[in-house]
Every structure is written in structure tokens, then in C-alpha cells.
């Protein structure tokens, strides 16, 4: 009888050290937008045009807070897009 009262003392002990670390962690980051690909066409060496696939994040929704950055620009638009060639879905 004893083994089966130290088991359930075990899982129980388990249980709430868990709910404990559940309930610490910060919640996760929701995604602020969605991913678009956009397709462009870039010139290259000797004018041969290329097709090129751009991912860039378009935000889900507007929002009412001001950006610190100068000029009111948004600091995530600021950040370089992942370009890739057409059709492989790899960066450059």
C-alpha cells in the first residue's frame, strides 16, 4: 500500500511542479501580421531581367500606438525583406 500512496504523492508532485511552470512562463508572442510573398522584377548584369520572390509581413490590424523611430516610420517595416530567386523558396 505504501507504493501505491508514493506513487500517487509522486505524480501529484509532478502535476504541480509543472502547473508551476505553466503558470510562470510568460504567454507566447502572438504574430503581428502575415507573410506575403510579392514577386518583382530585378535587372541584372548585361540587362538580363530576373523574376524575384519577396517576403515581406503585412500587419493583421491597425493600431493606435505612436513609433518612437524619427520621422514615424515603423521599426519592423525598416527591417530588410528575405529575398529569394523565383521558385526555389530559399534566401539568396
Partial sequence: ???????????????????FLAWTRPPATV????????????TGRNGVSHVVVVRRVVPAHATTQTSSVAGGGNAAAAAPAAVSPAGTGQPG
Avoid at 505504501?2 to 502547473?19: D, E, F, K, L, S
Fill in 1 to 19: 500500500m505504501r507504493r501505491a500512496w508514493a506513487t500517487i504523492v509522486t505524480v501529484w508532485a509532478i502535476v504541480a511542479i509543472v502547473g
Fill in 31 to 42: 504574430p503581428q501580421g502575415r507573410v506575403v510573398p510579392t514577386r518583382i522584377v530585378v
